[in-house]
Structures are given as C-alpha cells and as structure tokens.
C-alpha cells in the first residue's frame, strides 16, 4: 500500500467508524510518515479506529476530547469534558500526565508520548499537516497483547 492509497483508508475507517482487523490499521500505518516532536504540539480533538480492542468505546465514555501537547515536558494525554462542558486534564485516568519523546517502534523513529504514571506510550505518525495516526502500546497487558489505534486532528 502506498502513502496515498493508506491516507484515503484512514479517512474512510476514521469516518465510518467500522471495526477493522489490526492487520489492517498496521498496513495504513506503515505506509504513514514519522512525525517530530515540534509538529505534535498545540491542541488536538481525538477519535478512535475501532478494532475490537477491549478499550473501544472507553474513551467515548470518558468524556474524552483529545491530547494537547504544550510543549515536550508538558502534555496532557487525557483532556476530558466535565458535566458543564468545560476541558480538563483528567490526571486520575491518565495517573498523571506525560512527556514528548522520539522513540523507535516498528524499526522507525517518531513522536511518541510517555504516560508519567503508567507503562504506556503512544506513537504518531503523519496523515497529514493537521492528522496523526495513533497506537497505544506499553507494557500493560491491555495494549501489550493487542494494541488500541485512534487518531488526532490538529485544533486551531
């Protein structure tokens, strides 16, 4: 699959919101681009790409809005919606918040967010200026065994 071919997926899966295989997430991520530090910060509003992951949904559940990045010491990996609408940080949920990292995942280098309290790190990778593709990955035993895949859409 090339870069072109994996972008027009993504946007089907991300719009339909239709369960697909792992396999087929991983084949739209490796055809994706590694993302740098710099271009992950700023606000952005969150979705997920269903795979039958135990944590489909949870998120939703959650009140989950979305990640903002203020800078590579200063993340808040969950930033949720209280009763009355407005945003917070939810620091329970995420036991903390979390720091900006390049790291290698699947024999590539990019952005990737370290959870301050938890065995968890998210990778990025490029859909395009104002989109990331996200997988969950970590040492606990709900994304170690299968990963949980969700994307991010730049807010301005």
């Known amino acids: ?34 993302v740098s530090i710099d271009f992950m910060i700023g606000p952005w509003k969150g979705g997920e790409l269903p795979s039958g992951h ?34 917070f940080s939810n620091k329970e949920l995420g036991k903390g918040e979390a720091s900006l990292w390049m790291v290698e995942f699947r024999g590539e280098v990019t952005a990737s967010m370290v959870y301050d309290g938890q065995p968890v790190i998210d990778h990025f990778k490029r859909i395009d200026d104002d989109t990331v593709m996200g997988i969950m990955n970590g040492k606990t035993s709900l994304v170690r065994d299968a990963h949980y895949y969700f994307f991010l859409r730049r807010e301005n």
């Open 54 to 87: 135990p944590m489909d949904g949870g998120l939703e559940r959650a009140a989950w809005h979305g990640k903002t990045f203020g800078s590579r010491y200063d993340v808040q990996p969950l930033v949720c919606r209280d009763g009355d609408g407005n945003l």
């Open 1 to 34: 699959m090339n870069r072109e071919q994996a972008v027009e997926l993504f946007e089907q899966r991300a719009a339909s919101q239709q369960i697909s295989t792992a396999a087929e997430l991983d084949e739209i991520w490796a055809a994706l681009e590694p």
